[in-house]
């Protein structure tokens, strides 16, 4: 491999993390960090691989990652929560990063951009679950779940008051008492 190619490599956390070559020669090689800067030091370089997703801003869908591991998920992760996008997608799945601080990203303005969106049309967003979940109940006529979870704090009590709001908003019932219950 060349010098200044991106790689995977091993320092044994138990998953691999990401680095650019900066130094080769035999086996061993030189490996800056791509997380906190810092030049690893590799006697053998057999396990050190490609990196094919190195993309300053990540991935919003991380189906598409080519790299699927956890250090490229937490490496996806961290490239977005950096520029402040908090939402990725796994497929249908929504992947949110507690940002710790509100963003202006919940408002009425929000909720119509959303409405009626299929999931991936739209940048990753809480609103298209609750999208997908309204659309589903109103033209299938079948009971949504929206499964919610995480470790304590990651944000799920939030997120469902979210997800309520988005819902009171959209709805069209004659007698809106959603928004009251
Ligand atoms: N989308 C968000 N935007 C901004 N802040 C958030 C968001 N989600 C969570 N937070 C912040 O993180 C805090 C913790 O989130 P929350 O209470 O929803 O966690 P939780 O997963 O319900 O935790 P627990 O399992 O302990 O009940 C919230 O009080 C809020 O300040
Ligand atoms: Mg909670």
Redesign the pocket.
């Given at each position: 491999m060349e010098l200044g190619q991106m790689v995977w490599f091993d320092i044994g956390i138990g998953y691999p993390i990401p680095g650019e070559i900066v130094h080769s020669s035999g086996k061993s090689m030189q490996i800056r960090s791509s997380v906190d800067g810092k030049i690893h030091k590799i006697r053998d370089s057999s396990g050190v691989k490609v990196r094919h997703d190195a993309v300053e801003d990540g991935i919003d869908d991380m189906i598409q990652l080519r790299d699927l591991h956890e250090g490229s998920l937490l490496m996806n992760l961290k490239q977005r929560y950096e520029k402040s996008q908090?939402y990725t997608y796994t497929g249908s799945i929504l992947v949110?990063v507690?940002?710790?601080?509100?963003?202006d990203i919940y408002g009425i303005e929000m909720v119509k951009q959303y409405e009626g969106q299929l999931i991936g049309h739209l940048p990753p967003h809480l609103f298209a679950i609750g999208s997908g979940a309204y659309a589903r109940m109103s033209k299938n006529n079948e009971n949504q779940v929206v499964v919610i979870s995480?470790?304590?704090?990651?944000?799920?009590?939030?997120?469902t008051k979210?997800i309520m709001q988005y819902l009171a908003a959209v709805n069209k019932s004659a007698n809106n008492t959603v928004t009251e219950q």
């Open positions: 908090i949110a507690n940002p710790y601080k509100m963003f995480g470790e304590s704090g990651a944000g799920k009590t939030e997120s979210l």
